[in-house]
């Protein structure tokens, strides 16, 4: 590969060699020795590409909707590079898929494995602001009573100004993996001031329907500005989280 030089930039293939744009650089190679779509879906040698390209369509769908559920309970967030760390971590874990053939490992039978579970719990949506570490506080979660507590949370970890809120979610999420249909139940929030340490806050969901192949505990958090009486959240990825506390 060679870069190009002169005023004129040529893009597309020209006498044998290509011509195209390289993180923002004009380069030239030689034509040929790549490969066509037609190759891929036929030659023997693309047997893994065709595979790989299975297994990645399929975590795609999966993460992109694990990803819209969390959003439809902790409301709309932006984080730069989250969508490349849940696609790397949906990947790890379809790769513990251990009886499935290449082409066919899927998360259902992934999360039949303690390693599976290991890596989506304690996820952090905002690796910046980790739950609920950020808070100084410690999480007990009871599966039978759908209840999350809280104890030794101190809003003036985060809270920058008198006027700022810490509002705290808590959610249980059932997700199945195989059809990707979920259902989520969410806790009533609370919004804490500066000055509002607490000893323990206790948070209860509705029970999750039975038939939810895998459930999650997850806690969110903003950071919030009373205006006239109301609290609006601060936008910026310093301003919110969400973490995956446990999976059963």
């Given at each position: 590969?060679?870069?190009?030089?002169?005023?004129?930039?040529?893009?597309?293939?020209?006498e044998?060699l290509?011509?195209?744009?390289?993180?923002?650089?004009?380069?030239?190679?030689k034509?040929?020795?790549?490969?066509?779509r037609?190759?891929?879906?036929?030659?023997?040698?693309?047997?893994?590409?065709?595979e790989?390209?299975?297994?990645?369509?399929?975590?795609?769908?999966t993460?992109?909707?694990?990803?819209q559920?969390?959003?439809?309970?902790?409301?709309?967030?932006?984080e730069?590079?989250?969508?490349?760390r849940?696609m790397?971590?949906?990947?790890?874990?379809?790769?513990?898929?251990?009886?499935?053939?290449?082409?066919?490992?899927?998360?259902?039978?992934?999360?039949?494995?303690?390693?599976?579970?290991?890596?989506?719990q304690?996820?952090?949506?905002?690796?910046k602001?980790?739950l609920?570490?950020?808070?100084?506080?410690?999480?007990?979660?009871?599966?039978?009573?759908?209840?999350?507590?809280?104890?030794?949370?101190?809003?003036?970890?985060?809270?920058?100004?008198?006027?700022?809120?810490?509002?705290?979610?808590?959610?249980?999420?059932?997700?199945?993996?195989?059809?990707?249909?979920?259902?989520?139940?969410?806790?009533?929030?609370?919004?804490?001031?500066?000055?509002?340490?607490?000893?323990?806050?206790?948070f209860?969901?509705?029970?999750?329907?039975?038939?939810?192949?895998r459930?999650?505990?997850?806690?969110?958090?903003?950071?919030?500005e009373?205006?006239?009486?109301?609290?609006?959240?601060?936008?910026g990825v310093?301003?919110?989280?969400?973490?995956?506390?446990?999976?059963?």
């Open positions: 590969m060679a870069k190009q030089s002169g005023i004129i930039r040529i893009e597309g293939s020209l044998g290509n011509f195209y744009m390289r993180k923002g650089k004009p380069v030239v190679r034509a040929g020795g790549g490969f066509t037609k190759s891929i879906k036929s030659k023997a040698s693309m047997v893994r590409v065709r790989n390209n299975s297994e990645f369509g399929r975590v795609s769908q993460k992109k909707t694990f990803l559920a969390l959003k439809q309970m902790f409301g709309e967030f932006r730069p590079e989250l969508h490349g849940m790397k971590l949906f990947l790890n874990i379809k790769d513990e898929d251990r009886v499935s053939a290449r082409g066919d490992r899927n998360l259902v039978e992934a999360f039949k494995n303690e390693g599976a579970k290991k890596l989506i304690n996820f952090q949506v905002n690796p602001l980790a609920p570490d950020s808070l100084g506080a410690q999480a007990r979660l009871d599966w039978a009573q759908q209840q999350l507590k809280l104890s030794h949370v101190n809003p003036g970890n985060l809270l920058r100004e008198k006027e700022q809120r810490l509002e705290l979610s808590f959610g249980s999420l059932g997700f199945d993996f195989d059809s990707l249909k979920f259902h989520a139940e969410m806790a009533e929030p609370v919004l804490l001031g500066p000055d509002d340490i607490s000893e323990e806050l206790v209860t969901t509705a029970p999750l329907p039975d038939q939810a192949s459930k999650f505990a997850a806690l969110g958090l903003r950071v919030m009373m205006v006239n009486g109301k609290a609006y959240p601060l936008k310093a301003n919110f989280g969400v973490g995956i506390l446990e999976m059963e």
